[in-house]
């Protein structure tokens, strides 16, 4: 007997019991379908930590400066000075101050936008582009303007799409709107686009700091990230000489971080998920042994006309394999059905873009593990079947 025979016996004994069959690949269905929704969703959530920090600029180490109370402080002059002191490791550098001040359009108060205080490098920084108008200038910060660039939330909803050339109150004081930052989120209030930047003098100025806190260096290269990162360090420590009152983050290492937990959470669940193959795999042995018992009379037959063991064993193994790869096929079209349902249902419940995706290398994976665990828990049943004895075979009842 060829191995398209061996098939051919293998659908027909299938077909034959459907509710069975349907019952044996159950395990295996299940099974592959929650590992490729897990792995699917592990991808969304990777891609979309992806694309959130690019856009806050993976390339940017953030400095928080924590010694207000000590007697060493570090001015804005010195860390350009740093920035102009390591060129090989830093093209642009920002202050950032927060403002908590009230923001104000008429009579109507903005109580979600953000306020904060920045130079001209921070559009470079923060991958800005400007969909009317101009960004802070360097003249701004000198000589402590009253000039604001506004999101396209603002813009949209209270400008109507014209607000350079406007005015807003910030703090109870004016600021003249000299530019709008393209849409980058939703463009809905409370996201990214709800913002104002101002001069960083300004802001301090508004603020009442004695003292910047806050920075933000662009990297030449997120491959510097370490290093760059040590260098200012090593030049903050040269000024505090104390590690705990001032804090370097790089957004590149962050991200390393997340996407690194989000891997491990995944792998454990999707072998979690994986444990019901292994029942499924139980399963179709348990089948296949009721229909070894089942067929004892056509084994006994066969074995009779002259069928060898491995014939006979090549037969339950491929019938076997057959039952779990069919199983494997459903459940991957399970899986990207529920992968595709579940970025619908994520999109509409939540303020952000998940897109459920299984990778295709994964999807083969799995497919190749269905058929293997049917292979695998087949072969004891088959060997039994291929070890009969025709004659008792033939008196069997």
């Not at 929704?37 to 400066?65: D, H, K, R, W």
């Not at 306020?115 to 108008?133: A, C, F, H, K, P």
């Amino acid at each position: 007997m060829n191995i398209l025979q061996t098939f051919r016996l293998a659908f027909k004994s299938i077909l034959s019991n459907k509710a069975r069959s349907v019952l044996t690949m159950l395990g295996i269905i299940i099974g592959l379908a929650a590992v490729i929704i897990i792995v699917g969703l592990g991808n969304g959530l990777e891609n979309y930590m992806t694309e959130s920090f690019q856009n806050m600029g993976t390339n940017v180490l953030t400095v928080n400066i924590m010694g207000r109370g000590s007697t060493r402080s570090i001015s804005v002059d010195a860390m350009y000075e740093i920035l102009d002191k390591y060129p090989q490791y830093f093209a642009a550098m920002s202050p950032t101050v927060s403002v908590s001040g009230t923001v104000k359009v008429g009579s109507e108060e903005l109580s979600s936008t953000r306020v904060t205080g920045v130079n001209e490098d921070y559009r470079t920084l923060s991958r800005y582009t400007m969909s009317g108008g101009r960004f802070i200038r360097y003249a701004d910060c000198l000589t402590r303007s009253k000039a604001a660039v506004v999101g396209s939330y603002i813009d949209d909803e209270f400008y109507n799409g014209t607000a350079v050339g406007s005015r807003i109150k910030i703090s109870g004081e004016f600021y003249d709107i000299v530019g709008v930052i393209s849409e980058r989120a939703d463009s809905t209030e409370g996201s990214s686009d709800d913002s104002i930047f101002i001069a960083y003098s300004t802001a301090a100025k508004l603020s009442y700091m004695g003292t910047i806190s806050n920075y933000s260096f662009e990297m030449v290269s997120e491959d510097l990230a370490s290093e760059a990162r040590e260098t200012l360090q090593d030049e903050l420590y040269a000024v505090f000489r104390n590690s705990r009152l001032y804090n370097v983050t790089s957004m590149a290492e962050m991200l390393d971080t997340m996407t690194s937990m989000i891997s491990i959470v995944v792998t454990i669940l999707a072998v979690i998920a994986a444990i019901s193959l292994l029942v499924g795999g139980i399963g179709i042995m348990n089948i296949m042994l009721v229909s070894v018992s089942e067929r004892t009379r056509e084994i006994g037959i066969r074995k009779a006309l002259g069928a060898k063991k491995r014939h006979i064993l090549q037969q339950f193994v491929i019938e076997a394999g057959t039952t779990s790869s069919l199983g494997g096929l459903i459940g991957i079209a399970a899986g990207y059905a529920v992968s595709e349902a579940a970025t619908q249902i994520i999109s509409s419940m939540m303020d952000a873009s998940v897109t459920v995706a299984p990778t295709s290398y994964m999807v083969l994976v799995a497919f190749c593990i269905s058929a293997g665990i049917g292979i695998l828990f087949g072969f004891l049943p088959a060997r039994k079947a291929a070890r009969l004895n025709p004659i008792d075979a033939l008196r069997y009842e």
